[in-house]
């Protein structure tokens, strides 16, 4: 039979010849070798290019150099993901498949923990190592091509089992492993020449003698919680948040059954049972899963603080919170509700002012509204700064839109590792003044890894006006969690934690009893005026009876303050922040003022950096002048001095790399105060405690899993009565005081940050 014939213009290309489309497929066609070297032209030219405006003034000879060096670098790294992509691209395709999925989870989990990506990025690969092995084992011996295969490949498949299980076993173990305990570094804070006396007072801990009660409040409506619904005592209006709030998903709607336009508002209420006017707290969570609600984990807070005579609310704000099902796989997250959150709590207040004005109300005539303080847990730590300012405002600082009309009598603020700078009003820090205020951090958080309570700390100012103070407390072995019951000792969401030692953290028992004992007394001095437990903050361990036995840090300025240098008036070093002061360093090796640097990011203020070394000066000092006018003294002043360690090389700027190395000792050096007529007296700062070196926070189970620094400059004030340097020589006259001077000569090298001199 006759084969049609196919006109030649048709005719199909034969299995030696292709067409022109295949051609140009083939990585041997002269198209593609034409494309790669136009590419590579190209690469050329921008090498030279980039080397021309990097180096155009050097001359030909520069600019040749910095062009190679630039197409060397190009080069090298091309080479290497070349590399990568031919060794993947010998890899099967289904396991390059199976490979590429396990990297996109490794990638999210990275997203979840980036602190401790070291860590989980070798804890991920021995999975990834151990699953291969494992089941390429076991595949292998289990094949239908076994009666084919020798010995020898038998036994690898058995080994390549094996060794598989053992990888995956050990990381399983590793994972499930608690930690191990860390033995307590060693307080320089207890190694002064005498013992600091505790205080002879009630413990604040203890429960008071009020009857308690509890309550809770809400909209009578919530579809979730039955407390909110059938079982508030007291029903609420919503309030609208819309010009607040952003991203606020259809799911999140459908979750809680209202939209940011009818925010409830719910609490908890733990009230003494008793007549008379009480201080009302006001507590907020911070920022944990919404489903999980926060508000309950300040029961033991409540409870005590009730019995104590104060009427303590937790507020539910867990609507805000986050969601992976409410912020649709994180896709659209609510965004702005930092500032929302402040504005509740004022929305909170309002409610309690006309429950305390309306006749028939448990709480009619019941809440002295004179005495409120706020406390708030991470970013509810820094929504109560936010609805501290917002308090003082007649309109939304973001949209005028919104009016204020609050204006309440908040005279205390207590932040519990909280956040700061999620919410900067017209894009500045949000400012605080004339508010006492309570900062508590632990060395092992795991969420907020570095103190940010320290730059509202320093934020805060006094005019003068009224008798506030300021503390800030860092302790050893506390977490983020275990200041609220709910939350507990796991700071992020499994299975992440698996990565941390959990039994280095102090039991949360201990954590809350520090809790309790620092806010009831910072509440006894601030709302009620109790002012014999102020010297507690000044001086932590006057509270040793009270107090768990652990490593504090701990900062305190008043209203009475004055400071002589803060650092940050201006960028000279020679001035100092008393009008008319002048600072002078000599012989330092190191000698710089810069904004200190925290585990995660920059704290947003300043300190003096000074280093020393006898073994090139000896002594090396640095002076504080006072004015000609000299300084007009309270009774019984105070020269209070806030330092940290640097931990950083005292070899000069330049010729060392920047922490210190080797071990690390408390350091000491002597602090001279001088008057007028050349009286000079002198102490070693051990006359009140040495100084500690910066303490190492490794919260994962091994120090190489950290991708942050393991600690950071936490500040410690130093207060030195002036008469002590009387006694040391009498003739010294304070009221002709000169001068100040920090003298290193008893630590034989280091370097120190100062961010406060004053008196008090």
Do not use: C
Not at 53 to 78: E, N, P, Y
Not at 106 to 118: F, N, Q, T
Not at 473 to 492: E, L, P, R, T
Request: proline share 7%.
């Amino acid at each position: 039979m006759n084969q049609p014939q196919i006109p030649e213009k048709y005719s199909l290309p034969s299995k030696n010849q292709s067409s022109p489309a295949l051609r140009l497929k083939s990585p041997a066609s002269p198209a593609w070798r034409g494309a790669a070297g136009s590419v590579l032209a190209a690469f050329l030219l921008i090498s030279a290019l980039t080397g021309f405006f990097l180096s155009r003034h050097g001359g030909a000879g520069i600019w040749l150099a910095v062009s190679a060096g630039v197409m060397g670098l190009v080069t090298i790294a091309a080479g290497l993901l070349f590399g990568m992509g031919m060794l993947l691209g010998k890899l099967p395709l289904r396991f390059r498949y199976a490979l590429l999925v396990a990297l996109f989870s490794g990638v999210v989990l990275a997203l979840l923990s980036l602190p401790l990506l070291p860590g989980l990025a070798v804890v991920l690969a021995a999975v990834l190592v151990g699953a291969a092995l494992l089941g390429g084992g076991a595949v292998g011996l289990l094949s239908r091509a076994s009666a084919s295969r020798s010995r020898l490949q038998s036994a690898l498949f058995a080994a390549e089992l094996s060794l598989g299980l053992v990888v995956l076993v050990g990381v399983g173990v590793f994972l499930g492993w608690q930690g191990s305990p860390v033995q307590l570094p060693a307080h320089a804070g207890e190694q002064a020449p005498s013992p600091v006396e505790p205080l002879n007072l009630p413990d604040p801990a203890r429960p008071g003698a009020y009857p308690v009660a509890l309550l809770t409040y809400g909209s009578g409506q919530d579809k979730l919680r039955q407390e909110y619904a059938q079982g508030a005592a007291l029903l609420t209006p919503s309030v609208d948040a819309s010009l607040l709030l952003e991203g606020w998903s259809s799911l999140r709607t459908a979750y809680w059954g209202f939209s940011p336009a009818e925010l409830p508002l719910n609490g908890r209420v733990w009230y003494p049972q008793a007549e008379g006017r009480f201080p009302l707290v006001i507590a907020v969570h911070g920022n944990h899963p919404m489903e999980e609600t926060s508000e309950s984990g300040y029961d033991y807070l409540g409870e005590l603080l009730a019995s104590r005579g104060f009427i303590f609310v937790a507020v539910d704000e867990n609507f805000l919170n986050i969601s992976a099902w409410g912020d649709v796989l994180f896709f659209n997250r609510l965004e702005g509700e930092s500032d929302a959150r402040g504005w509740l709590v004022l929305e909170h207040l309002r409610l309690w002012q006309s429950w305390n004005e309306q006749p028939g109300n448990p709480f009619y005539q019941r809440v002295d509204l004179n005495q409120i303080a706020l406390l708030g847990h991470s970013r509810g730590g820094e929504a109560i700064v936010i609805a501290a300012a917002f308090n003082r405002l007649s309109h939304y600082p973001d949209n005028a839109a919104l009016s204020f009309d609050y204006g309440f009598k908040i005279r205390s603020l207590i932040a519990l590792a909280p956040a700061d700078g999620q919410y900067q009003p017209g894009g500045l820090p949000t400012p605080l003044q004339d508010v006492n205020y309570l900062l508590l951090h632990g060395s092992h958080d795991m969420d907020v890894l570095t103190m940010m309570g320290a730059a509202p700390f320093e934020r805060l100012t006094f005019s003068g006006q009224d008798d506030f103070f300021k503390s800030a407390v860092y302790i050893y072995g506390a977490n983020h969690g275990q200041f609220n019951s709910v939350w507990g000792n796991k700071d992020i969401a499994e299975p992440i934690p698996r990565l941390y030692n959990l039994r280095q953290l102090l039991p949360q028992t201990e954590q809350q009893r520090i809790a309790q004992v620092l806010i009831s007394a910072f509440l006894e001095d601030t709302l009620r005026g109790e002012r014999a437990y102020r010297p507690l903050f000044q001086d932590l361990r006057r509270g040793r009876d009270w107090l768990p036995d652990t490593l504090y840090l701990y900062q305190y300025q008043d209203s009475r303050t004055l400071a002589l240098a803060d650092f940050h008036e201006d960028i000279d070093l020679t001035t100092a922040t008393l009008p008319g002061a002048e600072l002078k360093g000599n012989d330092l090796t190191r000698w710089r003022e810069q904004v200190v640097q925290g585990k995660w990011g920059g704290f947003g203020f300043k300190a003096v950096y000074l280093g020393w070394d006898a073994a090139s000066f000896s002594p090396a000092s640095y002076t504080l002048f006072l004015p000609d006018g000299g300084l007009s003294l309270p009774d019984e002043p105070v020269l209070s001095l806030s330092l940290a360690d640097a931990n950083e090389s005292p070899q000069p700027e330049g010729q060392s790399a920047g922490r210190q190395s080797g071990e690390v000792q408390p350091v000491d050096f002597s602090i001279e105060v001088f008057d007028r007529q050349g009286n000079t007296a002198r102490l070693p700062l051990s006359r009140y405690a040495l100084l500690q070196p910066q303490i190492r926070g490794i919260f994962a189970k091994a120090a190489f899993m950290h991708a942050t620094p393991l600690s950071e400059p936490i500040f410690q004030t130093f207060d030195f009565p002036l008469g002590w340097f009387v006694e040391v020589n009498p003739l010294l006259d304070l009221n002709a005081l000169a001068g100040v001077r920090l003298v290193f000569d008893r630590t034989p090298a280091g370097v120190i940050a100062v961010n406060h001199i004053s008196v008090r």
